[in-house]
């Protein structure tokens, strides 16, 4: 099988409005490494966005459609991508989200440089259509503790060593972890010794709808605290105060956003 560097790997369940999507694969298209290929799952989108997707293969020979007429999920999306993956490294990418030109160059570069890590993540500039309302950071070198409040990376940021995830199953698809399921895997991935790191850089831009910050289904939230729990256990974080953050999910309904902005973000001076 031939290689390429990078495997770019995209989950996509859209509506008719594509303009995200279409802003999306365009930061992704303009990335100053070129090396690369963009494979986009088709999970079960409207008929209307079904055939934009399908047209975006006319745009670049890189990018390759693949998907269904029925939807699955993001996990699921993500496997079927890795099963056609060729890259040396695998980089995420969401649907509405900005990949800024040089993130693939400057992460590749580092994990050249640093083969004693497994991924690397960024820091992000967050979003809406009103323009950038925050800057979103996490910590350099994780450890278990960052675990605990919310993932220390940001998911759509992150490229893997292709080792890392073939290695260990990939993406984990069972409705317990829809809306974190990088969650799960950066928890799965620290259980069995590898080892992340975050670039000081902003590098990406991540679409939050400031508005909607809270709208997330209740069952979500219950599935994220079922995830929280059993990786919590097996990295015996759960006491003293681990138990506690089980239950962040469900106590977020409750929290002011700005009182949550103030804690997960700082505010964009941009």
Request: glycine content about 6%; aromatic content about 14%.
């Amino acid at each position: 099988m031939e290689t390429v560097e990078i495997s770019v790997i995209m989950g996509v369940f859209s509506g008719q409005n594509t303009n995200e999507l279409d802003r999306a694969v365009n930061s992704i298209l303009t990335q100053t490494f070129r090396d690369f290929e963009f494979i986009i799952y088709d999970d079960g989108s409207n008929p209307k966005a079904s055939e934009f997707i399908r047209g975006l293969q006319k745009r670049d020979k890189r990018i390759i459609v693949i998907g269904s007429e029925e939807n699955h999920g993001l996990a699921f999306s993500l496997n079927k991508c890795l099963e056609k993956a060729r890259g040396r490294y695998i980089a995420r990418m969401d649907d509405d989200d900005i990949s800024l030109p040089k993130r693939f160059e400057k992460q590749r570069a580092f994990l050249e440089a640093h083969p004693e890590y497994d991924w690397c993540g960024c820091n992000a500039k967050i979003f809406d259509e009103q323009g950038v309302w925050s800057v979103s950071t996490r910590p350099k070198h994780p450890t278990a503790e960052d675990y605990l409040k919310y993932s220390p990376y940001i998911h759509p940021t992150v490229m893997y060593r292709r080792s890392a995830l073939i290695e260990n199953g990939g993406y984990t698809a069972r409705k317990e972890t829809l809306r974190c399921e990088d969650y799960e895997i950066f928890m799965r991935l620290y259980q069995a010794g590898f080892k992340g790191c975050n670039m000081q850089e902003v590098l990406f831009k991540y679409h939050v709808d400031r508005e909607n910050y809270h709208n997330r289904d209740f069952k979500f939230r219950v599935y994220e605290m079922k995830v929280r729990y059993e990786n919590f256990k097996k990295m015996g974080l759960l006491f003293p105060f681990g138990w506690l953050y089980c239950m962040r999910p469900i106590i977020g309904v409750f929290v002011p956003v700005k009182l949550i902005e103030f804690f997960k973000h700082k505010k964009a001076n941009v």
